[in-house]
């Protein structure tokens, strides 16, 4: 910022590779937290499944993972200079009404760009989400242009909001509209704008400083507690790489180099593989049987177990989803949607796991089920 | 305790601030910042000073000498002040868009001092704590500074929870007898050669598997903290000038990490007699155990952590031990609306005159359409189509809807806990349940004995109001004034955030201890009436649930006193209590709704 007439406009409308920003914590080196790291690996992978909530204390690491886990994702490629990130390969022009003339999809030229994480910061005010009208090109030029917002920035990538249980709710209610239609539609200050805007909800916060409102916790396709590991030996390795990576950032990535290439690799195999998994008839009987069990509201509980299983199964490579798969994954798809007293504190995954032992039998031995 | 025990734990715990402020500059970058949570006066600017002194005066480059200058923070700074915007008045006069360095850019390398941090809105802790984690302010400028957050606080006030976490070292300062002590020169020589030895300085695994173990007994949950209690006593060590910690430095770190940020403090720990503590400066009997076998990992741990606790004033140890949970959680709930008189985030609700520049938002549309008849008239420049005067700025009128407060005075006295503590804490979840419903924030005072008891802050964590609740025991007299005065200090609180507030009183109005804690009806009773009295002055819709077997005349006079609505339990259900609750703050407030 030291010559502000070289830096064309404040806000960078582009979802731009982040050259500058020092290199985030690697995500293949963060210490246990299985079931956050599933949940954020299976919503890459299926973007469709609406979401991910992490609960918990501050510190454990919420934060770090999902801006790691930024950094650990395959790249995309965008439309150059398309400021909606437009996918070259989809052919009709989403962002038709706002940048048609970057976006002709047979000629234009193509960038391959990290996925965005956009941070959703507490405070923000509406303009800055939605986008408003180009202050400085009103003021300095007369124009009519729309500045995009986070909400266009975070298109085809995530949006994290730290402390969401704590964001004020009328910007809560804009962003539950945008992730539900995938579309936001600005029509404010003279502008009539539509542009496309589909991104996976990160939201993070401690409960213990004040409740997430129930519709808002319906809307996350999957909710996990964080806790900080209980046993000395996994909180002396956290320490140890923390420590590591404070000192030198640069050695400590390239050590987990190779770890985060694989990681990439499986996601990308994942989505290729995505559409061919195959869910067997018991799976999905079992899952509503489930589902019936607990007495979720709505099919909104089943859809995303079965959506994530399966992106569970081609993260780790298998052509069949299986009950374990739907084992693991039923604390964090269910266990915010059952029906709470809001004065009971008993964990709803206890809840959960008790139903899951009881629809799908005790848990076989070798089969992977993440703690509570 | 005696006298001179407390001395010397006074005088230890100075010693402990001023080692603080060398460990911060031996380590500035590690650390990222102090918290110092003191009163404002001369002991802490003469503190203050000692810390400038030592600080380098660019982080990370080290050996440079001369006194720091502080950026200070002002309260009610805007985003745009804080990360840089444009700037309107530039930009207009040039006609090109003209950036502005906000205050954590300009204080590249350097350090931002935040008074008040307690007032500090948790948004604007949210952009700070943003920027520290991603070293980044906006995109492409880089964000380099310390922290040094001055926290005031009192109770339950505190400096937001999200930037607490981030800050290393903790230190709570009494005010006392000037710095006489310190020997600026040395110390300055001391931490400026460590600085250079800090990144050889390793610790050994028996340490660290001592600092795992003591955050586990501690039950330290933020994973931050380890690290930074790493850092710490990594630092201790490149202070004394030697490479490898002994458990002295690491007690000295749990001290300055771990136990401000304790949600318990461990049994066996509370016992240790006090006179067991040495001079801190006579050889501790631990530090002859150099091998870190497994036998002795385990006493490493527990003499570590005894060792910090005895250095420790017993009433801290009580209010950790008693309310740490509360304080973290009630400090940024409550705050996140903030206590503005002009809401500044909220819907657009039309337009005014306005400056944009003191953070108010500028309406584009309005403001053009203020400027378009004026065109002809002023001059035109080739490159500025649009002449746009100050006079022109239109700012939008933001509304932001008010929450409603609950707070709940339970009657968990003898007289009523006789009968049916039980019956009340069961409407009280009822109600509890219709707040949940609402969206309502809950306060809870209870009163039982000698004096009233805030047990839960402000909040709408409803699960935490209902364990308070359950663990609410009953018995001794009936402090009714004591409570009253409580609930007028807690309505203070919430107005002061701009919310609304509604009481209801659970009790059998039978009084018998006066506002002192001195037991005796007649005065009792003329206490809370004329704490009844001035809560009445404050307009707060009140509601009185007689508790008490038959209905009583005591709390009748009691409502009447209050200006309340009355009813009587035994015929209270969930529903009657909850309408009768909306009936009573709808007659003495206004509607619930929007507030320019």
């Not at chain 1, 939605?130 to 995530?158: I, M, N, Q, S």
């Not at chain 2, 704490?531 to 006079?557: H, M, N, Y």
Request: proline fraction near 7%.
């Amino acid at each position: 910022m030291d010559d502000p007439s070289q830096t064309p406009s404040p806000l960078p409308r582009v979802a731009a590779p982040r050259v500058s920003k020092a290199a985030p914590y690697p995500f293949t080196a963060i210490v246990g937290q299985e079931a956050l790291k599933s949940a954020l690996l299976v919503a890459a992978v299926d973007p469709r499944i609406g979401g991910v909530l992490i609960l918990g204390d501050r510190g454990t690491g919420k934060s770090t993972s999902v801006r790691a886990l930024a950094a650990a994702l395959p790249s995309m490629t965008v439309v150059a200079d398309c400021p909606y990130a437009c996918d070259p390969s989809t052919s009709n022009g989403a962002c038709a009404s706002v940048c048609a003339q970057a976006c002709d999809k047979a000629t234009a030229e193509t960038v391959d760009v990290p996925v965005p994480v956009v941070d959703l910061p507490l405070g923000v005010t509406e303009d800055r989400v939605v986008g408003a009208l180009d202050l400085e090109r009103a003021l300095t030029r007369g124009e009519k242009a729309f500045e995009p917002g986070l909400l266009a920035r975070a298109h085809r990538g995530f949006l994290y909001v730290d402390e969401v249980n704590l964001l004020e709710d009328h910007i809560v209610d804009l962003l539950l509209d945008v992730a539900a239609s995938g579309e936001n539609v600005v029509e404010r200050e003279g502008l009539s704008v539509r542009h496309p805007a589909r991104f996976v909800l990160v939201g993070s916060g401690n409960p213990e400083e004040g409740d997430l409102r129930p519709q808002l916790l319906d809307r996350f396709g999957l909710a996990v507690d964080v806790k900080t590991p209980g046993d000395v030996a996994s909180r002396v390795e956290i320490m140890r790489r923390r420590d590591a990576f404070d000192t030198d950032p640069k050695a400590f990535a390239a050590r987990y180099a190779q770890a985060e290439t694989d990681l990439r690799q499986r996601l990308t195999d994942a989505r290729n593989t995505l559409a061919e998994v195959d869910v067997p008839d018991e799976i999905y009987l079992k899952t509503a049987e489930l589902c019936a069990h607990l007495g979720t509201d709505g099919v909104r509980g089943e859809l995303t177990m079965l959506r994530a299983a399966r992106a569970l199964a081609a993260i780790s490579g298998e052509a069949t989803v299986t009950l374990a798969h739907i084992r693991q994954l039923a604390p964090s798809a269910l266990g915010h949607r059952l029906r709470r007293d809001p004065l009971d504190d008993v964990a709803a995954t206890v809840r959960v796991e008790r139903a899951v032992s009881e629809v799908l039998g005790p848990e076989l031995p070798g089969s992977e089920v993440l703690g509570a | 305790m005696t006298e001179a025990v407390a001395q010397q734990l006074t005088a230890e715990a100075r010693r402990d601030a001023i080692s603080a402020a060398c460990l911060l500059a031996v380590a500035p970058q590690a650390l990222r910042g102090l918290r110092l949570r003191a009163r404002a006066g001369h002991h802490r600017d003469a503190y203050l000073d000692i810390l400038a002194a030592l600080l380098p005066t660019v982080l990370g480059a080290a050996g440079r000498e001369s006194v720091h200058r502080w950026h200070r923070l002002p309260s009610q700074t805007t985003e745009d002040r804080l990360l840089g915007g444009l700037d309107l008045v530039a930009t207009l006069a040039e006609g090109r868009p003209v950036l502005e360095p906000g205050i954590l850019a300009r204080a590249k390398g350097g350090y931002v001092l935040i008074p008040m941090a307690e007032r500090l809105p948790t948004a604007t802790a949210a952009r700070i704590s943003h920027v520290m984690d991603t070293g980044e302010i906006l995109d492409g400028v880089p964000a380099c500074f310390g922290l040094i957050a001055l926290d005031e606080g009192i109770d339950d006030e505190a400096l937001p929870e999200a930037l607490g976490d981030r800050l290393a070292i903790h230190v709570e300062l009494e005010p006392g007898p000037p710095f006489d002590e310190v020997d600026l020169d040395e110390l300055r020589e001391r931490t400026e050669a460590a600085r250079q030895a800090f990144a050889a300085t390793k610790l050994d695994d028996a340490t660290c598997d001592a600092i795992a173990a003591v955050s586990l007994a501690l039950d330290v949950r933020s994973v931050r903290a380890m690290a930074l209690c790493h850092a710490v006593t990594r630092a201790a060590a490149a202070l004394d000038g030697v490479d490898t910690a002994t458990p002295d430095h690491l007690a000295l770190a749990i001290r300055l990490v771990l136990l401000p940020r304790a949600r318990q403090i461990p049994q066996q720990a509370e016992a240790p007699p006090p006179q067991e503590q040495p001079p801190p400066d006579a050889p501790e009997p631990n530090l002859d155990q150099p091998p870190p076998d497994p036998s002795t990992q385990q006493a490493l741990d527990d003499i570590v952590l005894a060792a910090a606790l005895a250095r420790l004033p017993p009433d801290v140890l009580a209010r950790l031990a008693g309310d740490a949970r509360t304080r973290v959680a009630a400090s940024s709930t409550a705050r996140s609306g903030g206590n503005e008189t002009r809401a500044r985030h909220g819907r657009p609700a039309g337009v005014r005159l306005g400056d944009p520049t003191r953070g108010d938002r500028l309406d584009i549309v309005a403001t053009l359409r203020t400027a378009a008849p004026w065109q002809a008239l002023r001059q035109r420049k080739p490159d500025a189509p649009v002449v746009l005067q100050r006079s022109d700025f239109r700012v939008k009128r933001l509304v932001r809807p008010t929450g409603v407060t609950t707070i709940f005075l339970v009657d968990a006295s003898g007289s009523s806990a006789m009968h049916r503590l039980a019956e009340v804490k069961g409407a009280v979840e009822l109600l509890l349940a219709d707040c949940y419903v609402r969206r309502d924030h809950v306060a809870l005072i209870a009163f039982r004995g000698k004096a009233a008891e805030l047990l839960l802050p402000p909040t709408r964590a409803l699960a935490r109001a209902k364990r308070a609740l359950a663990a609410l025991p009953g018995g001794g007299g009936t402090p009714l004034a004591s409570a009253l005065v409580n609930a007028e200090a807690v309505v203070a609180d919430v107005r002061r955030r701009g919310n609304r507030a509604e009481i209801v009183v659970l009790t059998d109005g039978r009084a018998n201890v006066d506002r002192n804690g001195r037991p005796g009806r007649a005065n009792a009773e003329a206490d809370a009436q004329a704490a009844a009295r001035s809560l009445r002055a404050k307009g707060v819709g009140t509601l009185v649930i007689d508790t008490s077997a038959r209905p009583d005349p005591a709390s009748g006079r009691l409502a009447k006193a209050l200006g309340a609505a009355y009813m009587a339990l035994p015929y209270a259900d969930a529903r009657t209590l909850s309408s009768a609750v909306r009936a009573a703050s709808a007659s003495t407030a206004p509607a619930r709704g929007a507030r320019a």
